[in-house]
């Protein structure tokens, strides 16, 4: 069984994962590279394999750093099949969707053809197949069996047998415990693991302090007068905030002036998220039998269209802002941050990771100005990091979640973060369990 690293090294995006077996390729993820740019240049460079040679792609989850180039792989030739979990699915369609939009934006402002066009995710959907959790699927010598990642909904886990060999890819790792989804499935045994190490060198603040490092975020922005931003991720962030917003207002915490949720794209995925109420945990479980939309609650306006997006610019402060992209590289919070940025009673919230050379990083680390829409744009506001509200694992939980397989493994190959947090993470596996551990190469082939 040959395993090769085109994506996810190096890097916590663009993962992408061949494994071959008997004449057979199998496929984990064909993600974004995604760090300066929405999409980076190299997501414009050919695949360094033969699409046409794969029989079928597994996708961890729907985010776009995991199924972005699925539809330039498709137009290079791929026609097998697509798995993921039903909602994986369903999200996946809505997120491709949006990108091409804003994938179109940025190949118009750089002058180059875009990625790809609406026809084109049509083809993505056609070959794409929803599937349950533990429901076995047999690909040539493969048997692929889903768990639940507990990162975002619909997430997984890939456990993969062949020759007698299990590997395990994990994708995206929950930040336990989720407000909204259910925890992360343990793996009791793998003989190989490909772990994501984001938050591999990094310990989250106690995450029950997140909701109150909001409120207190909250506070001092409106006692101040001016706007709180939160760049937000419109898959599972956005709707966590939600959920936050819900109970605050339920206990009478929430102040009255306007909560905008300004992305046409998580109002969609908002939607389809009570499609799959199913997938909540229990907690929430029992709120939503109770009749409760624990995604609402009054204050909430939601902006769908362009023209109500430009409405907000007349209302005044204070009010809250939610608004894609995550990393600050696209969408609408770009217009709100270039008007709100040099407004030192304003502040910002990052509530996810911020790729390297992303605005949403240069904005953490300091930068006095930053450059949006070709203007530059002088940073005045206060800017805060929850990092309790990132939908991955840190250090502590990656390693229990490894531990449970710690008897078993062979060898733990470390992907999905930046070089410095996946050698981290990948010390600490060795220290800690006597399992050797490395950090692949891009375009990098092991023999298991």
């Not at 994708?171 to 989804?181: A, E, H, K, Q, R």
């Not at 840190?394 to 979640?401: A, E, K, S, V």
Request: proline share 5%.
């Amino acid at each position: 069984m040959q395993l090769t690293f085109y994506g996810g090294t190096g890097e916590a995006t663009g993962s992408n994962y061949i494994l071959e077996s008997g004449g057979t390729k199998i496929m984990i993820d064909c993600g974004l590279h995604q760090g300066g740019h929405y999409a980076d240049r190299e997501n414009f460079e050919p695949f360094a394999y033969d699409p046409k040679t794969v029989t079928a792609v597994f996708v961890t989850h729907s985010h776009l750093d995991h199924i972005g180039r699925l539809p330039s792989l498709v137009l290079a030739g791929f026609g097998g099949t697509i798995y993921s979990t039903h909602a994986t699915r369903d999200f996946a369609e809505l997120m491709l969707a949006d990108s091409e939009h804003l994938l179109a934006k940025e190949a118009e402002r750089e002058a180059r053809p875009p990625l790809y066009l609406d026809k084109d995710i049509e083809k993505v959907t056609a070959l794409w197949k929803g599937v349950r959790y533990h429901e076995p699927i047999e690909v040539g010598p493969f048997r692929i069996e889903l768990y639940d990642a507990g990162h975002i909904l619909g997430s997984a886990i890939i456990h993969i047998e062949a020759e007698g060999k299990t590997i395990v890819f994990s994708g995206d790792l929950g930040n336990v415990p989720s407000p909204l989804i259910k925890p992360t499935e343990r793996i009791p045994a793998a003989d190989y693991c490909l772990i994501e190490s984001t938050y591999g060198d990094r310990v989250h603040e106690d995450i029950s302090r997140r909701r109150e490092m909001l409120q207190g975020a909250i506070d001092e922005t409106f006692r101040a007068g001016g706007v709180l931003m939160i760049p937000s991720f419109a898959m599972e962030r956005t709707q966590d905030l939600l959920f936050h917003f819900h109970q605050l207002n339920g206990e009478g915490k929430l102040p009255d002036e306007p909560i905008f949720l300004d992305s046409p794209l998580a109002i969609k995925l908002t939607e389809l998220f009570k499609k799959h109420e199913d997938a909540f945990n229990d907690n929430v479980e029992n709120i939503v039998k109770k009749g409760e939309d624990v995604l609402s609650f009054p204050g909430l306006r939601v902006t769908l269209t362009t023209e109500q997006s430009k409405d907000i610019n007349n209302v005044p402060a204070p009010k809250i802002i939610i608004a894609g992209s995550g990393m600050s590289n696209g969408g609408r919070i770009l217009h709100h941050e270039l008007r709100y940025l040099p407004d030192p009673k304003s502040e910002v919230v990052f509530v996810g990771y911020q790729a390297q050379d992303s605005m949403g990083r240069q904005l953490l680390e300091g930068a006095a100005e930053v450059r949006i829409f070709s203007e530059t744009v002088p940073v005045r506001c206060r800017k805060i990091d929850i990092p309790g509200y990132s939908a991955h694992a840190d250090q502590p939980h990656l390693l229990d979640w490894l531990g449970s397989m710690k008897d078993s493994l062979k060898k733990v190959f470390v992907v999905q973060g930046e070089q410095a947090s996946s050698e981290a993470l990948a010390h600490k596996i060795i220290d800690g369990f006597g399992v050797v551990a490395e950090v692949p190469h891009a375009n990098e082939s092991v023999v298991l």
